[in-house]
C-alpha cells in the first residue's frame, strides 16, 4: 500500500458543516471528497471545474479551443444562433 499523508485545511465552522452535511447525504464522507476532487484535478491537470467571474455560457466553456484571433467573432454566434433557431421555428 502507498504511504499516506495527512492534510489540514483551515474553513469557518459553518462551511465545514454544511459541506460535511452534504457528502453524508450523499454517502461519502468530507475526506472521501477531497481525495476525489485531488484525483480528478490530476486527470483535468487544473482545476475539475470552470473558475470564472463571468457566467459562461457553452461558446464560452468551448471558447480556450478557438484560435485566438476569432474568439470575439465566434463570442456571441451561439446565441445568435440559438436565437436565430427559435425565430424560426416559431
Known amino acids: 500500500m502507498a504511504s499516506e ?7 469557518d465552522k459553518e ?7 452534504l457528502y453524508r447525504a450523499m454517502g461519502i464522507t468530507f475526506a472521501s471528497a ?3 476532487f485531488a484525483k480528478q ?3 483535468e491537470q487544473g482545476l475539475p471545474f470552470l473558475v470564472s ?5 457553452a461558446a464560452g466553456m468551448l471558447n480556450k479551443y478557438a484560435k ?3 474568439r470575439k467573432l465566434e463570442e456571441s454566434a451561439y446565441e445568435k444562433g440559438v436565437i436565430e433557431k427559435y425565430k424560426k421555428n416559431n
Not at 499523508?5 to 474553513?11: C, D, I
Not at 462551511?15 to 452535511?21: A, G, H, L, N, R
Not at 467571474?53 to 455560457?57: E, I, L, R, Y
Request: charged share 30%.
Open 34 to 36: 477531497v481525495r476525489l
Open 53 to 57: 467571474q463571468k457566467p459562461v455560457n
Open 15 to 21: 462551511t465545514k458543516d454544511e459541506v460535511e452535511s
Open 5 to 11: 499523508t495527512v492534510l489540514q485545511v483551515r474553513m
Open 68 to 70: 485566438k484571433s476569432k
Open 41 to 43: 484535478s490530476i486527470i
